[in-house]
């Protein structure tokens, strides 16, 4: 993005960045295109002066054409430009500083839930969507397994791990499968495989507690099956921690006026292959912005991303918005994070 943008920004000069940078911070406080009058007084120019300027944008490909209006918005070009060589990053107020300095300072709580609350205060701040993604490189070990009957043979099988991790898969007991047969192979699963790392577990139970499950339980295939299938589920999500807040915040964007984009865009947040897509590592640390197409999550969005690790623990902060997103602030709001996970590493 970076290179582009200088490449191309050889052919703006000085006003017309001035004249850039001002539709683009217009348009993202107002969503109303910016016409050439109500720039005059603030650039001293006359009205004749600053059409040809828009005009010369629109050719390089930084502005585009309201439909609706004579004047001109800020193409995905054009913010790409503001972002690379005309935007600075804005600090957080103290009030919003101390906010999360107080989550990261209380060592009560694990990193997981420290950032899960920072995400939570992230939206709060910003009016965005903010997303956590996580990845648990210490190894969670099985610290109980447990069933609980539900009505009409419906059960829940809930296993725990020693890093506090919960899940719960519920299954459909066949006839002539006897809940009491379930709690049985439940109890000898608790005592021969508590403390096995998760991703032993499944194996363990293959070798070693399928043999004894069918000495002691008739039909011991189909119970088996149940705690496979839990196991096998459990230990591909186990390191994994995905958390989303402020989905609806998007919605209240005038980008969101219209039933169909509220449709897909709500569809991609419930598409979790599509959410995972942000954490892909990109080889780069600090803060990284992604507009529109660059996203690969919706072309009409920005995200911006900062890593972290710690703890043991790596994983993703980002901010999802429109493309007339507040730049300024969210870079210096992750910037912020960025700063404090580090400080936080260092001061271990």
């Not at 339980?217 to 958390?243: L, M, R």
């Not at 989303?244 to 598409?271: H, T």
């Not at 918005?321 to 910037?335: F, I, Q």
Request: proline share 3%.
């Amino acid at each position: 993005m970076n290179e582009e943008s200088a490449k191309r920004g050889e052919d703006v000069n000085n006003r017309q960045e001035r004249i850039l940078k001002e539709i683009v911070e217009s348009y993202i406080a107002t969503a109303k295109p910016v016409g050439s009058k109500s720039l005059c007084q603030k650039l001293k120019c006359s009205s004749a002066t600053i059409r040809n300027e828009m005009a010369h944008l629109e050719e390089l490909g930084y502005l585009e054409k309201n439909h609706i209006s004579s004047g001109r918005i800020p193409s995905e070009e054009g913010y790409k430009y503001y972002v690379a060589n005309l935007m600075k990053p804005k600090e957080l107020s103290d009030k919003d500083a101390r906010k999360l300095q107080t989550i990261f300072k209380n060592h009560e709580l694990a990193l997981s839930d420290a950032i899960e609350a920072c995400v939570e205060i992230i939206s709060e701040m910003t009016n965005y969507t903010s997303i956590m993604l996580g990845k648990n490189s210490d190894e969670n070990a099985l610290q109980q397994v447990s069933v609980i009957p539900l009505q009409n043979s419906h059960l829940v099988a809930i296993v725990c791990t020693d890093k506090g991790i919960v899940q719960n898969k519920q299954f459909t007991l066949p006839r002539g499968i006897h809940m009491q047969e379930v709690v049985k192979t439940c109890e000898i699963i608790n005592k021969m495989l508590v403390g096995t790392p998760i991703n032993e577990v499944s194996e363990r139970l293959e070798y070693e507690i399928k043999p004894i499950i069918a000495e002691k339980i008739e039909q011991y295939e189909t119970i088996y099956s149940i705690f496979s299938k839990t196991f096998s589920d459990f230990a591909n999500k186990a390191n994994e921690t995905v958390h989303v807040s402020g989905k609806n915040l998007l919605l209240q964007e005038p980008e969101y006026n219209d039933v169909d984009e509220v449709r897909k865009i709500m569809d991609k947040f419930e598409d979790t292959s599509l959410i995972e897509k942000i954490d892909q590592a990109d080889g780069t640390d600090g803060v990284n912005i992604y507009i529109g197409k660059e996203s690969e999550f919706d072309p009409n969005v920005t995200v911006i991303k900062t890593t972290y690790r710690r703890n043991g623990s790596e994983g993703t902060i980002a901010i999802i918005g429109p493309k007339r997103m507040e730049y300024d602030r969210v870079v210096g709001l992750l910037s912020f994070i960025n700063k404090e996970l580090n400080k936080e590493d260092e001061n271990e």
